[in-house]
């Protein structure tokens, strides 16, 4: 299928078309999820900032599934890893491999090496098999026996994780935290959307198959590259700079917070700003679009102390008062 931001040519149309077509995946990934869009925007963000995301929810919120129908509506290769406690850091990355028959190691690239990785209940692997993603979601790229592999552009790490109180899971390392651009918080459905749910399982929707229910690509990597060079054109004022800087130095002066946002959350918050401008039709970027996107881009970059967190305060909680009492620009 043609990617609509180019035309028979293979030309970039006009950043507009680009737009467009990113909007255009929220109608296809509506075709198999109900509801759930600010994480359907969440995703869009990262696929704009070049950034990861990490689903959190309990099981059956279609979090998996959500990945999967971004999948199907991007014109992209895209891999999936079950991550289990036996799952080696080999079988995500790949590994060098004895070929009999000429005598020397060949590799075998691991499932990595992609556009769109989902990494499914990425918490259920030991700390030791998640590192193995640290240096791919930073670099782009593979070491293996001391060789650095690069990664293909575009590529998006994409994934899910149950809450930690739940068994049979292992928290996430600070550094992985922060390798991820995005943590969104995927909720149990209103009623009325649970309704529709069980109305298309009713009339024969399968999840499984997710080319029967209509869901085609309608974006490809050109289309990505040109929606990217349109959101690096966004302007950004002083001011704005200022802002963000200000809501991540009250994260780490915070007493309910051990561990505030560090300078890489900043550049997220500011990258994540200028995409949510971009997609709703801005080229500059206003204080309304960084409230937006604080909450999904810091609330993992954060770390509660143990008393406020016996107290029942939540790192969303000490965000939004962090909101309401840093000055807003004019």
């Known amino acids: 299928m043609m990617d609509p931001t180019t035309d028979n040519a293979g030309h ?3 950043p507009g078309t680009a737009r467009a077509s990113l909007e255009a995946l929220r109608a296809e990934i509506a075709k198999a999820v109900v509801g759930q869009d600010p994480a359907v925007t969440g995703l869009v963000v990262a696929l704009l900032c070049r950034g990861h995301v990490l689903l ?19 014109d992209l290769d895209t891999k999936r890893v079950q991550f289990t406690p036996d799952l080696m850091p080999s079988d995500v990355t790949g590994s060098l491999v004895y070929d009999a028959r000429t005598a020397e190691f060949s590799f075998q690239p691991g499932p990595v090496f992609t556009n769109l990785l989902l990494a499914d209940e990425i918490n259920r692997t030991p700390p030791k098999t998640q590192s193995s993603l640290l240096e791919a979601m930073e670099e782009r790229q ?43 918080t995927i909720p149990l459905p209103s009623r009325q959307d649970e309704i529709d749910v ?44 200022a802002y963000v800087v200000d809501i991540c130095r009250a994260t780490r002066e915070s007493p309910s917070l051990a561990l505030g946002v560090s300078p890489r959350g900043a550049t997220a918050l500011l990258s994540t700003s200028r995409a949510w401008a971009w997609l709703t039709g801005r080229d500059y970027v206003i ?11 810091l609330r993992h970059r954060v770390q509660l102390r143990p008393e406020a967190e016996m107290e029942g305060v939540t790192t969303d909680s000490v965000i939004t008062a962090i909101l309401t009492h840093v000055p807003v620009p004019r």
Request: proline share 11%; aromatic share 4%.
């Open 12 to 14: 970039t149309r006009d």
């Open 56 to 74: 959190e929810g309990v099981p059956g919120v279609a979090k998996t599934l959500l990945v999967r129908a971004l999948a199907s509506s991007l």
């Open 142 to 184: 593979v070491t293996i026996d001391g060789t650095p592999r690069p990664l293909p552009e575009p590529f998006l790490v994409a994934a899910t994780q149950n809450p930690v109180e739940y068994e049979g899971t292992y928290p996430l390392p600070e550094a992985q935290l922060d390798r991820f651009l995005l943590k969104l």
């Open 198 to 241: 069980l109305t298309r399982h009713a009339e024969g929707f399968d999840p499984r198959d997710l080319r029967a229910a209509g869901v085609r690509p309608v974006a490809n990597a050109a289309g990505l590259e040109a929606a990217r060079t349109a959101v690096a054109k966004t302007t950004v004022s002083p001011d704005i700079t």
């Open 287 to 297: 204080p309304d679009d960084v409230k937006a996107l604080a909450l999904p881009t």
